[in-house]
């Protein structure tokens, strides 16, 4: 998949949605029964599947679906159905044309107690693609990009699916009628539900990671071509990326690209790893809290992140930045989506803080006992656990300022801000909380929340970023030849440094020092001219092959030429 | 065309391209003979025409295009020719199908002299759309939108254009072979021959701020009756504009728009008030220092805000923003070349930089000299006269924060803010251009250059807006009743807040103290929260017509609703 994306991203999303969304919901949700009865064919494409979820009236919220799924012990199945216009699935991928089948979520009630959420394997066309009773399709129309995936709409009038098609290897009906659950609470049982949606995350996390690579191998290579101005009368014009603002347009996002890739990368082996364990009874375990944090903030994160380099290397390519034939601006728009898909960025950077806000407490409240049971984020959250968590806000006055190039400081910047943050958020809300309702509350931290969880989301991929400089630098003779040890550290270094410099908050919250933060701004102007001397090598690292460039990253002048009209 | 750019953009932008650009060219650069010849088909669309300055080769550096206009006595006319591939004309709206005649900029050679960039007008195919001998056109492809424009190339083969097809207003050739020119010196020669580009800039900069405003409605209007999540069990769930993260992410987008439409009216009032001067010759007075700077930087702060207003508004809206229906995608994807053409907007704001390094200069020498005469830059830069201007980086300490509430507050931190960020700058670049040439002196500080133009175009914005909320607060009685003095003044205070909050080097500058900035975050929370409660009648006042608005800005469910299959 991350390779097909390179080629186009809506094949690559078609992709997904069948084996991720709809064949890893039945993976992870399924019998160990149904799992072997339905996963062959779905590997095998015979049985396409798509995903349905999302309604018109709930995206964000999806544990207020409005379809329903009633027992009915007679007939030995459940009616499901669309209850009103809201409750239509919406933006369903494949449900347009492709699919036959679909996971379809739904409110189960079993004589007459709402369960909740619920997934049902339901044939929405026959083979042939002819309708099937009782089931209504739709395109949901053009999109601003994404086009050759058809998403479409579900309504569904009163069809009754076998009992055998609820995905139960979590919970079921039984032929007398009795639900059973592996899980203790509606939450926990509600969270189980959306297991394939943070594995989709995680693989949203390195999809777009490629996209912005693809965008970046363009721009860097037209930037080493493209000319604008004599620097002296007389003299051949400047390459564009001889100029510092060009130069830190796109060595800003080329560093970050390196870093997210390596998060990324982590991310998607620590889900594959926990996905081939089982519990005792032979049961896949439940997405774990780290994971469904991880994923959320990684795929909010990386995917803003893209779609800004793109958008940065659509205007550093200028015009032709624009030209279809030169693929930036169409794979900027076929991304665009991602920001919202499987999670709106903002909801999910909402959902980190809440859960960070529970360790909080779980670390104040153990270090108060004296020790005690800390919370299960591991490293991600490791900082949570030192003196300076709960601290006051600022860190004791340092005499001069610290050396900005040193690996330390920009670890020490962030491990602070994201420390300070925490314990303001925590501080606010908690005071908030006494004074209002939750609701309110939460709004009184809104923005203090997702500025919270980009910092210690920042730590991570510091952390994982600093790891793999020190692996690198560790490597045998060989490893050093290949050249990959001063970008690899050159990036970490210059992404991290940027996160610093770009918001105010890490100066707000004492992290860094005003008087740090010039020098901080000059070591990201030495650390872009350091990186665009390497820059064609990173570029060409990323290993995409030629013919999914575009022109202006080879001869642009030859293509356009007369003689080729 | 600002009530066409809500209809169709690419409409507008051929509108503009035929009158602003390609007659703009002639009614600014041509003698009165040759307007009273062109000017009425040109405006009965009669004479349809493009402007073709861009070449494959040459964009920002216009002065560097290659297309040759060699003076030939004996055929009485100019030999105009594509000596190389990168000398095509590119980019040229209108080229590909539209246009019969061009303004060509080619460089002018008379009797061995290259005199530099002149417009010629020229035929580029016959009335009936078919090819003219010696002119080779080709269409540019398909882009990332506006591709209702045909953007085309253009070729030429050694053709000849008469004298009379030479625009002479400024600079002629007579009959006899003798080139004059109007201005005394090569620079002041080629600057006049853009000046149809900055009015072109000053329509952009109105332009795109309705097309935030169109994307503002209608993911206003979408928020107020989306829901999601209920406040508290069994409630109604809660508005999407009932959060504050949501209310932040559309309101201080909202307060930029209703104060950059401001700054771009009272733009085109003033170039439009400009235009109709004439000298005592009665020809057109040239672009002032004032308009090409102030056009430059607004150009691009209004299309840098629009492209991400229109991003949030896209996301704000989750799926159905992406959705063709609803607009915000298409609009979004036609308007981001505005960041791009008639000047890059990184590049045009280290024009405005330039411009302003040479106007402190000469305030600096003035005050040194006790007096003298000041630059030409107006109100806008009345500030560069202060004390301020010049002296330590860091204002004086205050005693305790100040009230960030006050309107005074706010206009004092930009004030400051800028005048530190310049005498920074004119320092550094001091130093720099001591110690290297003028290219290496420039890149040292290409970041800071950048950051100051905008530090200086913010105060300006600042200006006019603060300067409509005077006016708004001491109109008559009926005029405060139409309830427009407190939506302005909220917007205004808003907007301002939010650059200063926006950005760290408010902070490393000393105009805003780090005691400061919790008031000012939280002032910027209070005022979305206000302008949240009267946004639906800011975006009325916008005055876009409901059938140009969305599906998602009425009644959605309906719309989807399966009736309508």
Redesign the interface.
């Known amino acids: 998949m991350e390779a097909v994306a390179y080629l186009d991203h809506s094949l690559e999303v078609a992709i997904g949605v069948h084996v991720g969304l709809f064949g890893g919901t039945i993976a992870l949700l399924g019998s160990a029964a149904q799992a072997a009865k339905w996963l062959p064919p779905v590997e095998a494409h015979t049985m396409r599947g798509c995903f349905a979820l999302?309604e018109?009236?709930?995206?964000?919220?999806a544990r207020?679906i409005e379809t329903t799924a009633v027992w009915d012990g007679a007939a030995d199945g459940f009616v499901l159905h669309t209850p009103r216009?809201?409750a239509?699935k919406?933006?369903v991928g494949g449900a347009a044309e492709t699919a036959r089948w679909a996971t379809v979520f739904a409110q189960l009630t079993v004589g007459g107690d709402t369960v909740g959420v619920h997934p049902f394997v339901v044939r929405i066309r026959a083979d042939d693609g002819s309708p099937v009773p009782g089931v209504?399709t739709?395109d949901?129309?053009?999109?601003?990009?994404l086009n050759g995936v058809d998403n479409g709409?579900i309504?569904f009038d009163h069809v009754l699916v076998p009992r055998g098609h609820m995905l139960s290897g979590e919970n079921a009906v039984s032929a007398a009628g009795v639900y059973t659950s592996r899980h203790s609470t509606p939450d926990a049982r509600f969270a189980s539900q959306l297991a394939a949606l943070t594995g989709g995350r995680v693989g949203i996390s390195r999809l777009v990671n490629n996209q912005a690579k693809l965008g970046l191998t363009i721009a860097v290579r037209y930037a080493l071509s493209r000319r604008?101005?004599?620097?002296?009368p007389g003299a051949p014009?400047?390459r564009l990326l001889?100029?510092?603002?060009h130069r830190?347009?796109l060595m800003l996002p080329l560093a970050t690209t390196v870093v997210y890739s390596l998060a990324a990368g982590a991310l998607k082996d620590e889900w594959n790893s926990h996905a081939e364990l089982r519990d005792a009874a032979g049961r896949r375990l439940g997405v774990t809290k780290r994971l469904h944090v991880l994923s959320a903030g990684a795929k909010a994160l990386c995917s803003w992140h893209a779609?800004d380099a793109l958008?940065e290397c659509?205007?550093a390519c200028?015009?032709q930045?624009?030209?279809?034939?030169n693929r930036i601006?169409?794979v900027?728009?076929t991304h665009?989506?991602s920001?919202?898909?499987e999670g709106?960025?903002?909801v999910l950077m909402?959902t980190v803080a809440k859960a960070l806000l529970g360790d909080y407490a779980a670390v104040v409240g153990a270090r108060r006992r004296g020790g005690g049971k800390l919370p299960p984020f591991g490293e991600l959250l490791a900082f949570l656990n030192t003196p300076r968590m709960g601290a006051a806000p600022l860190p004791s006055p340092r005499v001069s300022p610290r050396d900005v190039d040193a690996p330390t400081f920009v670890t020490a910047v962030l491990r602070d801000h994201a420390a300070a943050s925490m314990t303001a958020l925590a501080t606010a809300y908690a005071a908030a909380i006494k004074a209002g309702?939750?609701?309110d509350a939460w709004?009184?931290v809104?923005?203090a929340a997702?500025d919270t969880a980009a910092a210690v989301m920042a730590v991570h991929a510091h952390a994982v970023g600093a790891a793999a400089v020190a692996a690198a630098a560790t490597a045998d003779a060989r490893a050093r030849r290949s050249g990959v040890a001063e970008p690899l550290a050159l990036a970490v270094h210059l992404h991290s440094l940027g996160v610093v410099?770009?918001?105010?908050g890490?100066?707000?919250s004492g992290a860094l020092r005003?008087d740090e933060?010039?020098a901080v701004?000059a070591a990201i102007?030495r650390g872009c001219t350091a990186l665009a001397e390497l820059s064609r090598g990173v570029v060409d690292a990323f290993g995409i092959p030629e013919r999914l460039l575009a022109p202006i990253a080879g001869d642009?002048?030859?293509h356009?030429?007369?003689a080729r009209?």
Chains 1, 2 share one sequence.
């Open positions: 999302t018109l009236g709930h995206g964000s919220n207020g216009e809201t239509q919406y933006w209504t739709a949901c129309g053009v999109k601003g990009g709409r309504w604008a101005f004599s620097p002296t014009e400047a001889d100029y510092a603002s830190r347009r779609r958008q659509r205007e200028g015009g930045g624009y030209k279809s034939d601006a169409a900027r728009a665009d989506i920001c919202t898909f709106d960025n903002l909402h309702t939750a609701f709004n009184s809104a923005t997702a410099a770009a918001s105010p890490y100066l707000r005003l933060a010039a701004e102007e642009w002048v030859a356009n030429s007369r009209l």
